[in-house]
């Protein structure tokens, strides 16, 4: 069960100013390579996940300008460490060729997240604020299960023609059937061939299967479910209206039934909110909140940001508000400080930056993310895509 409705469940307010600095390891050389590995293994050496470990590689040709960046758990920097010798902290630059090393390391120290599904934080929030005044809540189900749709496949040819011959020449077309097949084969066959009946049948049969080209049409089974799963994935959706009471009843087995074209358990995609109820399942909700897009009590949304100390804009498809806020409908403007995961401005590297305003996600091709400007991936968990479906809504920008 989940926490009562009068509990508070407001995400709690992190400033920048309130974050750890990181570890700088910079100027990185020949001449102190050994001392900074060695560090390295000596801050990294326990299991406790403390640190997300940032790098930035550079090209050390004059011709070649390339640079990137990685971005890893504790654990991933400490294999990599491991794998490699003293003095050869090195890679091949993916464009010339030529060699790389780190031009800087950053180690984040890592922050705590919740520990509560995607589903149970969105049913908090949704308990704790006025939703229920304005709109009618359903859940909505989209059913991605593996569903094998081909047919088995025949043991031999032989048996497949045999099947394929009954099919479409030895059924009785008689008005007045036949009891017996081999009388109605004896009436159906136009040849005069005098053998025995078994002669008599091949005989038909094979002429008939010349002329008529028979091929054997079954697909054969998937060796492996992924195989499969490509092409044959269950279609099935529904919605299901969940009142305040019901909501408050709450179980995890709740959002995840028997879907009933594939008998599987499917979970809930996400929860839609309408002013009216809906006539049928393909009407368009007023807004909606896809659970996947969740997380540690924020929610991923298409944000334009403007920096504090400098004129720079920029657009990210990786900006995390409060899902209190979203479920609120609170516009961007209106968002304060702790809020949202803020981003570092790459002209002047502030970090006090601002949400103008923000919209759901759309499908649409998207600059890569620079996970170095975005304190989420430094200082929480890395952003990634979670699933490709991002919902159907009436409503635009906030």
């Known amino acids: 069960m989940i926490s009562p409705p009068n509990v508070s469940l407001q995400p709690p307010t992190v400033k920048m100013a309130s974050l750890p600095p990181p570890i700088v390891i910079d100027n990185i ?47 991933s920097f400490r294999k990599y460490l491991d794998k490699i010798e003293y003095h050869s902290f090195k890679r091949k630059c993916w ?7 780190f031009s800087s390391i950053r180690l984040y120290e890592r922050q705590p997240v919740s520990k509560e599904s995607n589903i149970t934080q969105i049913v908090c929030h ?10 009618v809540v359903y859940g909505h189900w989209l059913c991605r299960n593996w569903k094998c749709n081909h047919k088995p496949q025949c043991k031999n040819g ?8 009954y099919q479409n020449k030895w059924q009785c077309t008689h008005k007045r059937q036949c009891r017996k097949g081999k009388q109605c084969r004896e009436k159906m066959c136009c040849c005069r061939y005098d053998y025995y009946w078994n002669d008599h049948q091949k005989h038909c049969e094979n002429k008939w299967a010349k002329i008529n080209e028979w091929k054997c ?21 529904w919605v ?12 995890s087995t709740s959002f995840n039934p028997l879907c009933k074209s594939c008998n ?8 839609r909110f309408y002013t009216q109820p809906p006539k049928d399942i393909s009407e368009n909700p007023d807004f909606e909140i896809i659970c996947h897009l969740g ?27 409060s899902l209190q806020k979203f479920v609120d409908e609170i516009p961007g403007e209106r968002l304060n400080q702790g809020e949202f995961y803020t981003q570092r401005c790459k002209e002047c590297e502030n970090l006090e930056n601002k949400i103008l305003n923000y919209n759901p996600l759309e499908q649409g091709k998207n600059k890569p993310h620079k996970r170095g400007l975005c304190m989420k991936c430094l200082y929480y968990d890395t952003c990634r895509q979670t699933g490709s479906y991002l919902g159907v809504t009436k409503k635009g920008n906030r």
């Open 29 to 75: 050389n020949d001449q102190n390579i050994d001392e900074i590995l060695q560090r390295l293994r000596d801050l990294t050496q326990n299991n406790n996940n403390k640190y997300r470990v940032y790098g930035i590689w550079s090209c050390q040709s004059r011709e070649c300008f390339n640079e990137w960046e990685s971005l890893y758990t504790q654990g």
């Open 95 to 101: 464009i010339c060729n030529s060699k790389c090393q």
């Open 126 to 135: 949704l308990l704790n604020s006025t939703v229920y005044d304005k709109y």
């Open 158 to 165: 032989t048996v497949c023609r045999g099947k394929w011959q």
């Open 217 to 237: 049409k079954h697909k054969p089974k998937c060796q492996t479910e992924w195989e499969c799963q490509r092409e044959c994935k269950c279609q099935h959706e």
């Open 240 to 251: 299901k209206e969940f009142t305040r009471e019901e909501l408050k009843k709450y179980e």
């Open 264 to 271: 599987q358990k499917s979970q809930v995609s996400s929860f």
């Open 295 to 321: 997380w540690n009590n924020h929610y991923r949304v298409f944000g334009d940001w403007k920096c504090s100390g400098c004129p720079e804009l920029w657009p990210s498809a990786f900006t995390w508000i």
